[in-house]
């Protein structure tokens, strides 16, 4: 099985502020990996895919990039709905999410 | 519009069996892989399997953790995935979704269906 480790576990931010989200593998997933966010409620939403490519309807402040094992989703500078639960997901051999980072309102 | 609604869930004791469904509308079935997502109260999201097109051969693959319990199918003639979870237990207390799989992610997710398993 395919470990996925997503670092900080909260992320505390003022809106405005750049934020920088990390997702490791314990195994190559080459570039099978894919970003969502999370709101209380609600489905999760696709963000990034296949590392580095924005969903439809994502906007431009959201950025991944990464290969192999360490992959980076940026979001360049917050807005109020952007604080969210952000899960990576691999799916290079069956499926597996990272735990989550929570970007919360400082 | 392409939508995805999950449905079947409800309250089961354990070591019974439940099957949900996934009944999609918008866009060609057929074409996409299906894959099934559960998210235990107040917890992560934890990928539970996903059926490829008949076109790669239809077969499902499952996690580890539900593995020769759960059975994912499909019906392209109406639209609908389905997720057969027998023995069923406490741990699998969950809101399943299922989501349509494009580029090897989830693009068009179902607002998801709560399974509580419990005596």
């Known amino acids: 099985e395919i470990v996925l480790t997503q670092s900080p576990a909260t992320l505390s931010l003022s809106p405005g502020e750049g934020a920088t989200l990390s997702c490791r593998a314990s195994h190559s997933v080459n570039s099978y990996l894919s970003w969502y966010q999370q709101k209380p409620g609600q489905a999760p939403r696709l963000l990034i895919y296949a590392a580095s490519n924005r969903a439809t309807g994502i906007p431009a402040r959201f950025s991944g990039s990464g290969s192999g094992t360490d992959f980076t989703l940026t979001i360049s500078s917050l807005e109020p709905e952007d604080f969210a639960v952000y899960y990576c997901q691999q799916r290079d051999y069956r499926g597996t999410f990272g735990p989550g980072t929570k970007v919360d309102i400082k | 519009e392409v939508q995805l609604v999950e449905s079947g869930g409800g309250l089961v004791q354990p070591g019974r069996s439940l099957r949900l469904a996934c009944t999609a509308s918008?866009?060609?079935?057929?074409?996409?892989?299906v894959s099934w997502v559960r998210q235990a109260p107040g917890k992560g999201l934890e990928w539970v399997g996903f059926i490829r097109t008949k076109t790669y051969g239809g077969a499902p693959e499952h996690a580890a953790s539900v593995e020769g319990r759960f059975l994912i199918s499909r019906d392209d003639s109406n639209s609908i995935a389905y997720l057969q979870m027998d023995s069923l237990k406490t741990e699998d207390t969950a809101v399943y979704y299922c989501y349509r799989e494009l580029n090897g992610a989830g693009d068009y997710w179902g607002q998801g269906t709560l399974v509580t398993v419990s005596s």
């Open positions: 918008g866009f060609n079935f057929g074409d996409y892989a």
